[in-house]
């Protein structure tokens, strides 16, 4: 399981769902690999796949956290808001995190009363304001401007989260939020860096 996220981090699709497989072999009942290969699938291109594997899940064991996560994720890059606003309060609420909460919290207020964009918006801004006080990280700051097409912000945050070794950087170069920066230097310079700490 760990080795097909590893080569995911590399795009090394088919390797990589090769290995899940065989993780899923050894271990069929496990939701664990289950969630990962829904996520693989993912930045493999296979989105319905991709999602439909993760609410089999969710059903099967509701109170699991991954797929609410995975989903979340997708259902934000995807534009798809109504479905992020569930999950987002759902993997929030399932880890007794405040912090998600109030992203969430913000996120309905928002999109209730303007929409997908002022959504991403009091996103954003609630994201930042965690961040300031060291509660949010800022990998998952720079995906959601880079969302919004904010690129310069989204790469001052990546360079934050690399400072900080913040979870996440391994899925940079594959994650589908990050798309309209692979033609700007500074990313492509950051995923070299990441890339050279991993063989130190």
Same mark, same amino acid.
Not at 44 to 68: C, Y
Not at 124 to 132: A, C, I, N, T, W
């Given at each position: 399981?760990?080795?097909?996220? &590893?080569? $995911?981090?590399?795009?090394? &699709?088919?390797?990589?769902?090769? /290995?899940?497989?065989?993780?899923?072999?050894?271990?069929? $009942?496990?939701?664990?690999?289950?969630a990962d290969k829904g996520l693989?699938?993912?930045?493999?291109?296979?989105?319905?796949?991709?999602?439909?594997?993760?609410?089999?899940?969710? /059903? $099967?064991? !509701?109170?699991?956290?991954? !797929?609410?996560?995975?989903? %979340? &994720?997708i259902y934000l890059e995807m534009?798809?808001? !109504?479905?992020?606003?569930?999950?987002?309060?759902?993997?929030? $609420?399932?880890?007794?995190?405040?912090?998600?909460?109030?992203?969430?919290?913000?996120?309905?207020?928002? &999109?209730?009363? +303007? +929409?997908?964009?002022?959504?991403?918006?009091?996103?954003?801004?609630?994201?930042?304001?965690?961040?300031?006080?060291?509660?949010?990280?800022?990998?998952?700051?720079?995906?959601?401007?880079?969302?919004?097409?904010? %690129?310069?912000?989204?790469?001052?945050?990546?360079?934050?989260?690399?400072? %900080?070794?913040?979870?996440?950087?391994?899925?940079?170069?594959?994650? !589908?939020?990050?798309?309209?920066?692979?033609?700007?230097?500074?990313?492509?310079?950051?995923?070299?860096?990441?890339?050279?700490?991993?063989?130190?």
């Amino acid at each position: 399981m760990w080795y097909a996220t &590893y080569l $995911t981090t590399q795009r090394r &699709y088919t390797e990589s769902l090769a /290995e899940i497989e065989r993780a899923q072999a050894l271990d069929p $009942t496990s939701n664990s690999v289950v969630a990962d290969k829904g996520l693989l699938l993912y930045f493999a291109g296979r989105r319905d796949e991709a999602i439909a594997l993760l609410k089999q899940v969710e /059903e $099967t064991d !509701p109170n699991f956290m991954s !797929p609410h996560r995975e989903l %979340k &994720y997708i259902y934000l890059e995807m534009g798809d808001y !109504p479905n992020y606003l569930v999950e987002a309060r759902r993997e929030a $609420t399932s880890l007794r995190d405040a912090a998600g909460l109030a992203v969430a919290d913000a996120a309905d207020h928002a &999109y209730a009363t +303007g +929409g997908g964009s002022a959504m991403l918006q009091a996103v954003r801004e609630q994201q930042k304001k965690l961040y300031d006080q060291d509660l949010f990280s800022p990998y998952y700051l720079a995906q959601t401007c880079a969302i919004m097409r904010n %690129k310069r912000e989204a790469l001052q945050y990546l360079m934050a989260a690399y400072a %900080k070794h913040a979870d996440g950087l391994l899925d940079m170069a594959n994650d !589908p939020a990050f798309n309209s920066l692979h033609d700007e230097p500074e990313f492509r310079d950051l995923i070299s860096r990441v890339r050279a700490a991993q063989v130190e």
